[in-house]
């Protein structure tokens, strides 16, 4: 069980494309979803928290507006990036919790985005 | 502000050999602490969480230990294997109230295992 997925795995835009990726869960209902960024050889960086229904919380230094995110129901939240360009180009990892103080984060396979 | 450091960036061992891996943390009021393994270009896969109140976790040749109070734990492989290789991700969770969930995340360490 608690199985998230991500769709697409791979993609490739042109710069100035907005590119939407999707993160679901499986076999549970997730109240709290995450999006976090990774450079190489760097760490996963929490770009935003979406609560189900409520509108997402950007951590500092993260442009909402080009950051789309929509947590419209228990199952699927969707991150759009607006108007990409390369320095964009990195790996979207998404996570999903039940919501509940004790439960854990899991985690999807990811999602690496090449702006050309 | 939560940091969180892994050491050393990168291990090369033999196979067979024992090892660890260290993750220190500047914030010792954590809720809980987990270990990560991550293949490449691809997601996290948990694999021991520690709770605050815990000393340590083991699964299989796994054992993870927590010194909250100075901000440390290891990862102890046994008997590494070749299937071991893999970057190993620390994260921490601050215990700042109901409904936090915010894992902060060292850089990893990259183990390659030798056969």
């Known amino acids: 069980g608690a199985v998230v997925s991500q769709h697409p795995s791979r993609v490739i835009c042109k710069s100035g494309t907005s590119v939407k990726i999707e993160c679901r869960s499986l076999?549970?209902?997730?109240?709290?979803m995450f999006w976090y960024r990774q450079f190489p050889k760097q760490s996963l960086m929490l770009m935003a928290t979406?609560?189900?229904?409520?509108?997402?919380?950007?951590e500092q230094g993260v442009e909402k507006d080009k950051f789309l995110i929509n947590h419209a129901s228990l199952t699927l939240s969707t991150l759009t990036v607006t108007s990409a360009h390369p320095e964009d180009s990195s790996f979207y990892i998404c996570?999903?919790?039940?919501?509940?103080?004790?439960?854990?984060?899991?985690f999807g396979p990811g999602t690496r985005l090449t702006v050309l | 502000k939560q940091e969180v450091t892994q050491i050393p960036a990168a291990l090369s061992v033999p196979e067979g050999e024992n090892l660890v891996l260290n993750c220190s943390f500047t914030?010792?009021?954590?809720?809980?602490l987990q270990w990560f393994r991550q293949d490449p270009g691809k997601g996290l896969t948990s694999l021991l969480l520690?709770?605050?109140?815990?000393r340590e976790q083991t699964s299989g040749r796994l054992n993870a230990s927590l010194d909250k109070s100075s901000g440390r734990s290891t990862l102890y492989i046994a008997a590494s294997q070749p299937g071991d290789s893999a970057t190993y991700l620390c994260?921490?969770?601050?215990?700042?109230?109901?409904?936090?969930?915010?894992?902060?995340f060292g850089k990893g360490t990259k183990l390659s295992v030798i056969p």
């Open positions: 996570s999903a919790s039940r919501g509940i103080s004790t439960d854990t984060q899991y």
């Open positions: 076999d549970f209902q997730a109240t709290t």
């Open positions: 979406s609560n189900e229904g409520s509108k997402a919380t950007y």
């Open positions: 914030d010792s009021a954590i809720y809980n």
């Open positions: 520690i709770q605050s109140s815990q």
């Open positions: 994260a921490v969770r601050l215990d700042s109230g109901a409904g936090s969930y915010q894992l902060t």
